[in-house]
């Protein structure tokens, strides 16, 4: 996560020249003298920094990409986990099983998506409503920023217990307040696969907008003043200076927000997993990964291939926003 | 973490044991560097310590199995040094644990989930322990003890039967009698329904409860034999008889309690509790949830009624816990003399005096101060024909987790599915099984 949330930012910083380059990339051109490259950096200075950056780029190597890599080179094989000896090659044989047999997987894919549109077309708007009038510098602004911010620093856990608590069939807040928790009547919120995904969005949905409002408010703040103060002269009223000033000044925002949103949508797991395990109606390809890989189970053939899948998902969103960043980056 | 079936003390998240499990998560992970420093440093075998990574992290069986240990260290001078981790996280990390440096003994479950492993090489045989304690168990037991290979290769401690459970002082108002019979129990459940009481209590929010209830219809209509040929992946699920059993299944899911797969365990044996339900399906481990005495004297069972009359009620499913023998043991000796005394009813009767819920794996030890609910697990578990764990523990776990859970919560979902369920859980079985 912490990643991702990093990532967006680069738009933004890509006008100036990265700080860490700058060191030793652009060094020689400026410092003209020769002798002043060596008084700048010694010997010591060098083993230094070649020893802060060789061991981070190490590490990155050995936890990103081999992992990575080996989990790629996983899906291709069946393996129980027990010795390499028993990692046996099964060319595609995971992704034809997992495409034509397993049950929970083409659903798994369509809740993703479900989870993506729904966390866009509802908290996002949302959480911009909220941020606009937070922005107008109303009484008690910073308790209200406090209070829909809070579900987002509660961990994804908590709320899922949280709000299982709330939906439980039997003693939960919704069926005890609507009767709804007698035989006969019973509204099965977790259990019910027309029902929980809904019921889980919720939950989701009240964090995201929290998390959307505090993007925007950002976005918001960087604002010119100036801007609608012109826009105010000009006449316009204060839906006209949203939809024709603001809001295309925000666009940086909208894709940070785009990226964040796509990424949350994918990698939602913590939640569901405390809701009810993706029972029916809740399967999500990460809730799938983890139930064959972890645990007893251990296909972790099968699993990585899962996994692929979801790596590829990903990349099919990322890789035209990172291509369009760039040409930007180029651009400037 | 919940995900993990089965079992007495894998009770699916309640609000404590979620809370526990943060707890746990947070330990694990401040543990884990700790235990490899452990696993170098302990290296210079020490022939007075024995080494037990153990999965009881509930305070009680904690408490408990600590006293088994100390009892061994007075007779034989020989330490336990006991490794305690969280109960799921145990079972979830058993691969790696088993496979780096593993403690010299290890507690585990028989049946297939420990041939597994044996078959795997990752335990030892304890023939030589057997050939001490043979005399103190049933046929039955030893059967579960052993390997595919015919050797032994675990050590039981406890067991506990899974029934029909039910408030005698419910069936006593009613007129209720125990139904032996398969009529007798289809019109007991439409009595209670017509009484207004909810005939089955049922919750399978956790998934694993489903999986008794169908060991329990399956070997009552097509036998033990069926049943274990089944599990073990030779059987079709396509085949008649597994239709057979879900047929039965069907006809008495409409007296099962409502939204039960949104439900807990222990929520639903909170409706036996107060009398809003007729009955239970579940494992003896339900008495935790009668935490006042005179309820929990109410609290009665019966055998699961005879479907098939060339079965009867032969068969008896009673998971049970016990030790096994690492690969490679620092101390062998000191291993084995230990599981050799907790083989022994001594060590057995230490243990039932903390938990009321089970009852001893040996037939030698004392019965005595035995309630009358053990007494009954404990008639009902030595006159069993044939003794079955329970699914996740008679089959591949990952078939069971992976296959077995989400297609049993469809099916109550929807029974009239079932056939294109059972095709494709056959489908999804053939290459699991096919697997290594």
Same mark, same amino acid.
């Not at chain 1, 590829?312 to 969103?317: A, F, K, M």
């Given at each position: 996560?912490?990643?991702?949330?990093?990532?967006?930012?680069?738009?933004?910083?890509?006008?100036?020249?990265?700080?860490?380059?700058?060191v030793?990339?652009?060094?020689?051109?400026?410092?003209?003298?020769?002798?002043?490259h060596?008084r700048?950096?010694?010997?010591k200075?060098?083993?230094?920094?070649?020893?802060?950056?060789?061991?981070?780029?190490?590490?990155?190597?050995?936890?990103v990409?081999?992992?990575?890599?080996?989990?790629?080179?996983?899906?291709?094989?069946?393996?129980?986990?027990?010795?390499?000896?028993?990692?046996?090659?099964?060319?595609?044989?995971?992704?034809?099983?997992?495409?034509?047999?397993?049950?929970?997987f083409?659903?798994?894919?369509?809740?993703?998506?479900?989870?993506?549109?729904?966390?866009?077309?509802?908290?996002?708007?949302?959480?911009?409503?909220l941020?606009?009038?937070?922005?107008?510098?109303?009484?008690?602004?910073?308790?209200?920023?406090?209070?829909?911010?809070?579900?987002?620093?509660?961990?994804?856990?908590?709320?899922?217990?949280?709000?299982?608590?709330?939906?439980? #069939?039997?003693?939960?807040?919704?069926? +005890? @307040?609507? /009767? &709804? %928790?007698?035989?006969?009547h019973?509204?099965d919120? $977790?259990?019910?696969?027309?029902?929980?995904?809904?019921?889980i969005?919720?939950?989701a949905?009240?964090?995201?907008?929290?998390?959307?409002?505090?993007?925007?408010?950002?976005?918001l703040?960087?604002?010119? #003043?100036?801007?609608?103060?012109?826009? +105010? @002269?000009? /006449? &316009? %009223?204060?839906?006209?200076?949203?939809?024709?000033? $603001?809001?295309?000044?925000?666009?940086?925002?909208?894709?940070i927000?785009?990226?964040?949103?796509?990424?949350?949508?994918?990698?939602a797991?913590?939640?569901?997993?405390?809701?009810?395990?993706?029972?029916?109606?809740?399967?999500?390809?990460?809730i799938?990964?983890?139930?064959?890989?972890?645990?007893?189970?251990?296909?972790?053939?099968?699993?990585?291939?899962?996994a692929?899948?979801?790596?590829?998902?990903?990349?099919v969103?990322?890789i035209?926003?990172?291509?369009?960043?760039?040409?930007?980056?180029?651009r400037? | 973490?919940?995900?993990?079936?089965?079992?007495?003390?894998?009770?699916?998240p309640?609000?404590?044991?979620?809370?526990?499990?943060?707890?746990?998560?947070?330990?694990?992970?401040?543990?884990?560097p700790?235990?490899?420093a452990?696993?170098?440093?302990?290296?210079?075998?020490?022939?007075k310590?024995?080494?037990l990574?153990?999965?009881?992290?509930?305070?009680?069986?904690?408490?408990?199995?600590?006293?088994i240990?100390?009892?061994?260290?007075?007779?034989?001078?020989?330490?336990?040094?006991?490794?305690?981790?969280?109960?799921?996280?145990?079972?979830?990390q058993?691969?790696?644990?088993?496979q780096?440096?593993?403690?010299?003994?290890?507690?585990?479950?028989?049946?297939?989930?420990?041939?597994?492993?044996?078959?795997?090489?990752l335990?030892?045989?304890?023939?030589?322990?057997?050939?001490?304690?043979?005399g103190n168990?049933?046929?039955?037991?030893?059967?579960?003890?052993?390997?595919?290979?015919?050797?032994?290769?675990?050590?039981?401690?406890?067991?506990?039967?899974?029934?029909?459970?039910?408030?005698?002082?419910?069936?006593?108002?009613?007129?209720?009698?125990?139904?032996?019979?398969w009529?007798?129990?289809?019109?007991?459940?439409?009595?209670?329904k017509?009484?207004?009481?909810?005939?089955?209590?049922?919750?399978?929010?956790?998934?694993?409860?489903?999986?008794?209830?169908?060991?329990?219809?399956?070997?009552?209509?097509?036998?033990?034999?069926?049943?274990?040929?089944?599990?073990?992946?030779?059987?079709?699920?396509?085949?008649?008889?597994?239709?057979?059993?879900?047929?039965?299944?069907a006809?008495?899911?409409?007296?099962?309690?409502?939204g039960?797969?949104?439900?807990?365990?222990?929520?639903a044996?909170?409706?036996?509790?107060?009398?809003?339900?007729?009955?239970?399906?579940?494992?003896?481990?339900?008495?935790?949830?009668?935490?006042?005495?005179?309820?929990?004297?109410?609290?009665?069972?019966?055998?699961?009624?005879?479907?098939?009359?060339?079965?009867?009620?032969?068969?008896?499913?009673?998971?049970?816990?016990?030790?096994m023998?690492?690969?490679?043991?620092?101390?062998?000796?000191?291993?084995?003399?230990?599981?050799?005394?907790?083989?022994?009813?001594?060590a057995?009767?230490?243990?039932?005096?903390?938990?009321?819920?089970v009852?001893?794996?040996?037939?030698?030890?004392?019965?005595?101060?035995?309630?009358?609910?053990?007494?009954?697990?404990?008639?009902?578990?030595?006159?069993?024909?044939s003794?079955?764990?329970?699914?996740?523990?008679d089959?591949?776990?990952?078939?069971?987790?992976?296959?077995?859970?989400?297609?049993?919560?469809?099916?109550?979902?929807?029974?009239?599915?079932?056939?294109?369920?059972?095709?494709?859980?056959?489908?999804?079985?053939?290459?699991?099984?096919?697997?290594?």
């Amino acid at each position: 996560m912490s990643t991702f949330d990093s990532n967006p930012m680069v738009p933004g910083a890509a006008a100036e020249p990265p700080p860490g380059g700058a060191v030793t990339s652009s060094s020689p051109q400026r410092l003209k003298p020769p002798q002043g490259h060596k008084r700048l950096l010694t010997r010591k200075d060098r083993v230094a920094l070649g020893f802060m950056a060789g061991l981070p780029t190490v590490l990155h190597i050995a936890l990103v990409w081999v992992t990575a890599l080996a989990s790629v080179a996983l899906a291709f094989t069946t393996w129980d986990g027990i010795g390499f000896g028993s990692i046996k090659w099964v060319g595609l044989q995971n992704f034809r099983e997992l495409f034509d047999s397993n049950p929970q997987f083409w659903p798994a894919v369509q809740h993703n998506v479900i989870w993506f549109v729904v966390l866009i077309l509802i908290p996002t708007p949302l959480g911009l409503f909220l941020a606009v009038q937070l922005d107008k510098n109303i009484r008690f602004s910073r308790v209200y920023q406090t209070a829909f911010f809070l579900p987002v620093v509660v961990s994804m856990a908590v709320i899922g217990f949280v709000w299982q608590l709330i939906y439980n #069939p039997d003693t939960g807040l919704i069926n +005890s @307040l609507i /009767g &709804a %928790n007698k035989p006969g009547h019973y509204i099965d919120w $977790i259990g019910d696969p027309d029902l929980n995904l809904w019921a889980i969005l919720v939950a989701a949905a009240w964090r995201h907008t929290g998390y959307m409002m505090i993007l925007y408010l950002a976005g918001l703040k960087g604002v010119d #003043p100036s801007l609608r103060e012109a826009s +105010s @002269l000009d /006449g &316009a %009223n204060e839906w006209q200076t949203f939809k024709n000033v $603001i809001f295309p000044t925000l666009r940086p925002t909208n894709t940070i927000v785009l990226v964040v949103t796509i990424i949350e949508s994918l990698r939602a797991f913590d939640l569901v997993y405390v809701f009810n395990g993706g029972a029916q109606g809740t399967e999500l390809l990460s809730i799938l990964v983890t139930n064959n890989i972890i645990g007893e189970s251990s296909r972790i053939g099968y699993g990585s291939a899962i996994a692929v899948v979801l790596l590829l998902i990903s990349l099919v969103v990322i890789i035209p926003y990172l291509v369009s960043t760039f040409r930007k980056e180029r651009r400037a | 973490m919940h995900h993990t079936p089965s079992g007495l003390s894998v009770p699916g998240p309640s609000r404590r044991t979620l809370l526990r499990g943060i707890g746990g998560a947070a330990a694990l992970g401040a543990a884990a560097p700790l235990l490899s420093a452990c696993g170098d440093s302990d290296s210079g075998s020490d022939a007075k310590t024995v080494t037990l990574g153990s999965n009881s992290s509930d305070a009680v069986p904690k408490k408990a199995f600590a006293e088994i240990y100390a009892a061994f260290t007075k007779k034989t001078g020989i330490k336990v040094d006991v490794n305690t981790k969280d109960h799921n996280t145990f079972q979830e990390q058993i691969n790696s644990y088993l496979q780096g440096t593993p403690d010299d003994v290890f507690t585990w479950f028989a049946g297939y989930r420990m041939q597994f492993f044996a078959g795997k090489g990752l335990a030892s045989p304890i023939d030589d322990v057997w050939a001490k304690i043979g005399g103190n168990f049933p046929d039955a037991m030893k059967q579960l003890s052993k390997g595919a290979d015919g050797k032994y290769y675990f050590v039981p401690l406890y067991t506990y039967p899974w029934a029909m459970f039910y408030r005698k002082s419910v069936f006593k108002e009613n007129g209720y009698e125990v139904p032996t019979t398969w009529a007798q129990f289809i019109a007991l459940c439409k009595q209670m329904k017509a009484d207004g009481l909810v005939p089955i209590a049922f919750g399978d929010k956790d998934a694993w409860p489903a999986l008794g209830t169908f060991d329990q219809i399956n070997f009552r209509t097509n036998g033990y034999d069926f049943h274990t040929e089944l599990m073990a992946g030779k059987a079709s699920w396509t085949d008649a008889k597994v239709r057979a059993t879900f047929d039965n299944w069907a006809e008495i899911l409409p007296y099962h309690q409502e939204g039960s797969t949104g439900r807990t365990w222990q929520d639903a044996a909170q409706t036996l509790v107060s009398k809003k339900a007729g009955m239970y399906l579940l494992g003896t481990f339900v008495g935790q949830q009668f935490t006042n005495a005179t309820d929990r004297e109410d609290l009665d069972f019966f055998a699961f009624p005879e479907i098939d009359p060339s079965f009867g009620q032969d068969t008896v499913e009673a998971p049970t816990d016990g030790f096994m023998l690492s690969k490679s043991p620092k101390n062998k000796a000191g291993s084995v003399q230990l599981l050799e005394y907790l083989g022994t009813p001594e060590a057995e009767q230490i243990y039932l005096k903390s938990d009321p819920n089970v009852v001893a794996a040996s037939t030698t030890a004392d019965t005595s101060s035995y309630s009358a609910l053990q007494k009954k697990a404990y008639e009902m578990i030595s006159g069993a024909k044939s003794l079955t764990q329970f699914m996740d523990r008679d089959s591949r776990p990952d078939f069971t987790s992976t296959v077995m859970q989400p297609a049993l919560q469809k099916f109550i979902r929807d029974p009239k599915g079932i056939d294109s369920l059972l095709s494709s859980i056959e489908r999804q079985k053939k290459t699991i099984f096919a697997s290594s």
